[in-house]
């Protein structure tokens, strides 16, 4: 099931430039030229560093302080309680006292702490005015929001710190966070224009511990990465979209098959309309999303728009909204386009070699090498045809590559031609130099077996070719597993092993032993009789007790056995033929030697 992470960034660009003020290097403070001043200076009453007028000394006696006239003030009635400019000059603005003032809008981010910056805006041009299009917390306080004309907001709050608006830095910012977002937390990133990102979650949200523990996470990476951030997760884009931006909640969560319930009270603006199918939906009295939802689409389609029905539907579910990934720069990949279809096997064979020589030079200058390779090639039709290969070991040899690529022609369909192949490397590793001094002087003779396993694995399959590789265990079906083909596996234990082990034992049946340490004499395997000429054993294996408790007491004794034919065959019986704890005196097969 699809889920789509939506992150809402709204003030991307106040919060930008705060961080680059706070990355740039500040200025030391300019030193403050202090005059002396002298408190005894002699007949005149004007000390030198100034500060009282001629004859304040005097009047400076007796005179009441500043909190007591406070305090005298407060003890009269408010309609006789003097004026500020009775008091002492005003420096700040009166308002105007004709015109109203603009109401602030609701501001959700608390604004009684103190701000260590002059509230900022920033002004873009819209249409022939400059207007206001973001703004901090503390402009917001003051009444200056976004849509507000420059001027007037010049004029409202006279330490307003103004800057030029770039949407192009915010779009490379947002366009770096989605290359993040791709590296780290899911293949499927992209940015919503254009102020956040959408992140598909389909299939990776285990690895991050959950939807829930990943937005959280998210959350606290945008703080401190120095942004305000809101997060919400729905089943389609259009909803998490919606929620991010216009529910109530910092994180929003959207339990899957409930996005119709979820997005109904939002306001129809959440939709992604355009302004003026927004106003056209406000006179025919639709506010929210729940006042569209029973109106059939005929009807609304003539009134809105067809666009509205195509956002109304994505948002539900009812249309597909894919999300094309920001695909990662850093992955190697070489285009060619032709200038006439090709499908013939020996001209696909041309192209692939091309592409493998031009990916082979980044490759070589990166110092990385292939591990695995991808050719997406287009048909005229618009389809794609994809192939893939994979090595052991990082390569960039070209004759190797192409002859891997080769044996893949057969399952490309061109049908009425190709026009364009793309090779991709989703999987490199650093490739250094080899030291080839030991093999050139003839000291070693050891190859490596990376080309052979490569072409087996291109022609079989890769999970055909393995190596076996020895486990710490002495329970015979655990003491062996699959490892790289490539790698050499560990020493191997002394014990005598058949060359075929049954990964799971089989039952024998009328089976004639003396217990309780004899081999079988006789016994019946996949409905054939066995006479057993000759034995050796037993051979005594515990339960491993710390994996379960069935195998606290569970014994197995292994026999060597051979019949009248020359066969050879490893069997074994459960219980120690004392204990009926052990086991239940099953004879059973397990290998079969040569």
């Known amino acids: 099931m699809r889920r789509v992470v939506s992150l809402f960034l709204p003030s991307l660009a106040v919060e930008r430039l705060r961080r680059l003020e706070r990355s740039a290097s500040r200025q030391p403070e300019r030193p403050v030229l202090e005059l002396p001043v002298d408190d005894g200076p002699g007949a005149c009453s004007v000390p030198r560093g100034g500060g009282w007028r001629p004859g304040a000394r005097s009047a400076r006696e007796g005179m009441p302080s500043r909190r007591e006239v406070a305090a005298q003030i407060a003890t009269l009635p408010t ?19 004709y015109k109203a003032s603009t109401p602030a809008p609701r501001v959700n ?26 703004a901090c917390d503390g402009a917001r306080a003051l009444g200056v929001h976004p849509g507000m004309a420059a001027t007037h907001a010049r004029a409202m709050v006279s330490n307003l710190d103004f800057r030029p608006a770039e949407p192009e830095a915010d779009a490379a910012l947002l366009d770096r966070l989605a290359l993040f977002a791709v590296r780290r937390w899911s293949p499927i990133a992209a940015v919503s224009p254009s102020d956040g990102l959408w992140i598909d979650l389909a299939g990776c949200a285990h690895l991050h511990g959950g939807e829930e523990k990943f937005c959280r996470r998210l959350l606290a990476f945008c703080r401190r990465a120095g942004f305000t951030a809101r997060v919400a997760v729905a089943d389609t884009a ?33 939709l992604r309309l355009a302004p003026s199918t927004i106003s056209a939906a406000k006179r025919f009295g639709f506010e929210t999303v729940a006042d569209l939802l029973p109106v059939a689409r005929g009807p609304l389609a003539r009134r809105l728009g067809l666009p509205a029905i195509t956002r109304l539907d994505q948002a539900l579910g009812a249309v597909a909204e894919p999300i094309t990934p920001r695909e990662d720069a850093e992955v190697p990949i070489v285009e060619r386009r032709l200038l006439e279809p090709i499908g013939t096997a020996e001209a696909i064979e041309q192209v692939m070699g091309d592409l493998l020589n031009d990916l082979a030079g980044i490759l070589q200058a990166r110092g990385l090498g292939a591990r695995t390779l991808r050719l997406t090639a287009l048909r005229v039709d618009g389809t794609e045809q994809v192939v893939g290969v994979g090595t052991s ?11 891997l690529l080769k044996l893949r022609i057969e399952r490309i369909d061109p049908r009425m031609g190709l026009e364009q192949f793309w090779l991709v490397a989703p999987h490199t590793e650093p490739l250094d130099a080899i030291d080839l001094g030991a093999v050139l002087a003839g000291e070693t003779l050891v190859r490596d077996p990376a080309r052979l396993v ?33 790698e050499m596996p560990g020493s191997w234990p002394a014990w005598k092993r058949p060359i075929r082990l049954f990964p799971r034992p089989e039952p024998l049946a009328r089976v004639i032993a003396l217990m309780p340490d004899q081999p079988p004499r006789r016994f019946e395997w996949r409905g054939k009789t066995y006479k057993v000429v000759a034995g050796d054993g037993p051979e005594r294996v515990h339960g491993e007790w710390w994996r379960r408790d069935a195998e606290v007491w569970a014994v197995r004794d ?37």
């Open 79 to 97: 309609h006789a309680q003097p004026h500020m400019r009775e008091l002492g000059r005003r420096s700040e603005a009166a308002s105007h006292p």
């Open 109 to 134: 981010a608390p604004t009684s702490a103190p701000l260590d910056h002059a509230p900022l805006a920033l002004i873009g041009k819209v249409g022939r005015r400059e207007e206001v299009v973001a």
């Open 238 to 270: 259009g909803a998490a979209h919606a929620l991010a931006r216009f529910g109530r909640g910092e994180l929003i969560r959207v339990e899957p098959g409930a996005t119709t319930r979820a997005i109904a009270a939002l306001p129809i603006a959440a």
């Open 393 to 403: 070991r990082p390569t960039r040899e070209l004759s190797h590559l192409l002859r």
């Open 454 to 486: 490569d072409v087996i694995a291109g022609r079989i399959g890769s999970y055909a070719v393995y190596r076996l590789a020895p486990v710490e265990s002495h329970v015979p079906e655990r003491a062996v597993t699959r490892s790289d083909p490539v």
């Open 558 to 594: 292994y026999y060597r056995v051979e019949d009248e034919a020359g066969g050879r065959y490893w069997v074994f019986r459960r219980g120690d033929g004392f204990e009926d704890d052990t086991g239940d005196l099953s004879w059973w097969m397990h290998g079969v030697f040569g």
